[in-house]
T-cell receptor
Framework: SQQGEEDPQALSIQEGENATMNCSYK?????LQWYRQNSGRGLVHLILIRSNEREKHSGRLRVTLDTSKKSSSLLITASRAADTASYFC????????????FGKGTHLIIQP | DAGITQSPRHKVTETGTPVTLRCHQTENHRYMYWYRQDPGHGLRLIHY???????DKGEVSDGYSVSRSKTEDFLLTLESATSSQTSVYFCATAQGATNEKLFFGSGTQLSVL
């Protein structure tokens, strides 16, 4: 079953606006990551936040993590048409070699 | 896509035929993964490898087998393809076992008719 669940499933905003996506998960984690997938392509790693961190920034990306609520949010500021993609959260629950567990994704559309 | 090549990129096959998908990496990453991506399910782990000849099952391994005879190659085999295996298959690699970052290939679109 899915560890992470993104919300909303789809989001459409105007270029220049901020986009916020949320991820909820069920069990304790070592870290949580966000990935982007452009249409017809593989996933690309965006940012990682560890369980002992509360907020992290990378360029126009801001990620928060609330381990008490088992939730994370990804904020993309000043959105651009090129940000149109699907965004996935992924959780590492054990730090082992068995990879990450991915959510179903949020499809973000930036209207020009 | 970080030195990861998947082949073929597209394949159409018939039910009951064997199919092998190949993942080749030039990053010398120890860990390799096969995921499938389906609408409504997101990405699900099929099999993974933590070294040459060392593999293990993931969440949805039934009907699939893997082999890793060299660090750079990870093969996924559908012994007898079924329509439920129609999907997009992604290979991913990781440098270490801490799962701190996965690198993905561009995917293989497989259609089983």
């Amino acid at each position: 079953s899915q560890q992470g669940e993104e919300d909303p499933q789809a989001l459409s905003i105007q270029e220049g606006e901020n986009a916020t996506m949320n991820c909820s998960y069920k069990t304790s984690i070592n870290n949580l990551q966000w990935y982007r997938q452009n249409s017809g392509r593989g996933l690309v790693h965006l940012i990682l936040i560890r369980s002992n961190e509360r907020e992290k920034h990378s360029g126009r990306l801001r990620v928060t993590l609330d381990t008490s609520k088992k939730s994370s949010s990804l904020l993309i500021t000043a959105s651009r048409a090129a940000d149109t993609a699907s965004y996935f959260c992924a959780t590492d629950t054990g730090g082992g070699a068995d990879g990450l567990t991915f959510g179903k994704g949020t499809h973000l559309i930036i209207q020009p | 896509d970080a030195g990861i090549t998947q082949s073929p990129r597209h394949k159409v096959t018939e039910t009951g035929t064997p199919v092998t998908l190949r993942c080749h990496q030039t990053e010398n990453h120890r860990y390799m993964y096969w995921y499938r991506q389906d609408p409504g399910h997101g990405l699900r782990l099929i099999h993974y490898s933590y070294g040459v000849k060392d593999t293990d099952k993931g969440e949805v391994s039934d009907g699939y087998s893997v082999s890793r005879s060299k660090t750079e190659d990870f093969l996924l085999t559908l012994e007898s393809a079924t329509s439920s295996q129609t999907s997009v298959y992604f290979c991913a690699t990781a440098q270490g076992a801490t799962n701190e970052k996965l690198f993905f290939g561009s995917g293989t679109q497989l259609s089983v008719l």
